[in-house]
């Protein structure tokens, strides 16, 4: 009996030694994480009010834009608050239709000062919407490649004996996504098969501004009356910039929706436009056989061999994804903060730049 009760209280004993000892055990891993999460967290938030900062700083670019515009052609063109913000549009996307211009002396004085005023302040706004696109763009740029990354996982698992189609039963909602997609394409005749397949999805997916563009143009044509060829034919000339002006919108309301199609569709098209032509000039490069000429030129070091780096520096350039100088000023940061040479960052090296950037900070705040 005294035994037994001396072995449970040795046990006790020792589960509760193990209770305690598990945080202390666990203390530095649980502080790294939270250092992390709260670096992160500084980060993201940091991030989240620069990006307000800028917003609020082009919101108010937009705001003093279209307000001196009212003010000043209001008063000296008599002009609508309607056809002011209208024509601040017109000029700000260089479309120019034509049918609203100054008429008097000191509206086309002011008009020489304003069309450059405009150009530059909503130029900051538009930057900031097409910063918006370009995040989308990569975000799409990401999935594709976990996509690409999934299917050699898979091929790599079918080759050793994997099993690949349990990743694809544990994720029903794809599977079945692939499966109507695949059936979509069976339904197609050759001709559309090739157009709507998986290496045209990247050309899609850019040429769905464009297209949304065009369509959302034939409600003007269709507030205005006008025949559907003229509405597809107004809405190309607009998208495009070329404004001819033989069909601008005339009607009030046609004119309130011009003033928020105006600079959001020439934003979206140009930059569906660039996306197309990144995508062809990326095809091409990624089809070209590389010779031995640019297996020289990867070698930049010269001792004979082309590292990762060399290659993937040279492809982002070949690629138009980046360029040598923007890659020489990077690796130059780095030799700067690598500072024994060893070609890594190390703790001592990340310190450094902590101190450093915490020192920038604190002028930055004095200043």
Sequence with gaps: MVKNLARLAHLKKN???????????????????????????????QK?????????????????YIGVSILVFHF???????????????????VGYGDVTPKT??????????????????GVALGQLASWFLQRQRHVTKMATKKLLSNVENAAATVTGGISKDKEAMNPKKHKTQTYWKRFQG????????????????????????????LAGL????????PILDCFYYAVITITTVGF?????????????????????????????????????ARSVMKTKISMKELLAMDKDGDGKVSQLEYLSYMLVKLNKAD???????????????????????????????????????EEDKD
């Design 15 to 45: 589960v509760m030694q193990s209770m305690f000892n598990m945080p202390m055990m666990s203390n530095r891993t649980v502080t790294n994480v939270a250092q992390q999460t709260i670096i992160a967290g500084a980060e993201n938030s």
């Design 48 to 64: 989240s009010r620069e990006t307000m900062k800028s917003n609020l700083v082009a919101l108010g670019l937009v705001l003093s």
């Design 76 to 94: 000296l063109e008599k002009w609508s608050v309607v056809d002011c913000v209208y024509f601040a549009m017109v000029i700000v996307t260089t």
């Design 105 to 122: 002396t000191a509206g086309k004085a002011f008009t020489l000062f304003f069309a450059f005023y405009g150009i530059c302040t909503i």
């Design 187 to 214: 339904c197609l005749p050759s001709w559309a098969r090739k157009v709507f397949s998986d290496s045209n999805k990247a050309l899609f997916h850019a040429s769905v501004p464009i297209i949304v563009s065009i």
């Design 219 to 226: 409600i003007v044509g269709a507030i205005e009356k006008w």
């Design 245 to 281: 002006g033989d069909l601008s919108p005339t009607s009030m309301s046609a004119r309130i929706y011009a003033i928020f199609y105006l600079p959001l569709a020439v934003v979206t098209v140009a930059h569906g436009i660039g996306s197309i032509l990144n995508e062809l000039n």
């Design 324 to 362: 040598q100088d923007d890659i020489n000023g990077i690796l130059a940061q780095f030799h700067k903060l690598d500072r024994d040479g060893s070609g890594e960052l190390d703790r001592d090296d990340l310190e450094r730049l902590d101190r450093e950037l915490q020192r920038q900070n604190e």
